[in-house]
């Protein structure tokens, strides 16, 4: 279509500070919903400006950003995809996408829609998933979903240092730090590790994050922020 991609400029700046920021928008049973602390169970439809329905294309229509980050909860906990809906949804929007990719061949349904795929902790199921994945697609972030300073992950234990340390050695260099028990909280985690993150690494952080925490982001070298509830608060 011919007005692909238009809205703002997605930077936030001040004094010297530029960083992106990512509207988040969360998917289940077709519709776009509330997500706090990762309690799934209890997300509600997602009441903003941008849509009164809670449709998940209409906000990304509406929304005065180029890319957003969409995570389709209902493929990553094992039921059925929202893959109609990301399809619209990517002729509005670049779109970075957690579908709970465990298998190379999900990720050939995105290879003609401009997405980025994640892969993210909770869903992997094992080095040699990862390896057959990257085969597939080099564009992809690797999403580290931590709760209780902990990798959430059915085969990995451990800090999330070490599991950045680790997927960086396969050749990984887009990274997601996502704090689980901070979403939808608008309540910032600590974040510590970061300052001992490769700084040509492009990492995205999301987890409760408002608007007044982007400096301290951006001195630890945070290059973009993942931005629900504050954004849809109108808090940004």
Known sequence: MDNQYEGKIFLFKRKNISMEIIPVIDIMNGKAVHAIRGERNNYKPLKSIYSDISDPVEIAENLPYKRIYVADLDAIMGDNSNFKIIEEISEYKRVILDSGIKHSNELNLYRDLSINPVIGTETLESMENLKENLQISEEVFMSIDI???????????????????????????NFIFLEISSVGTMSLPSFDYLDKINKKVKVLVGGGITKKDIKKLKERNVFGVLMGTALYNELV
């Open 147 to 173: 709760k209780d300073d902990r990798v959430i992950s059915p085969f990995l234990d451990l800090t999330p240092l070490k599991c950045f340390e680790l997927f960086y050695g396969k050749g990984i260099e």
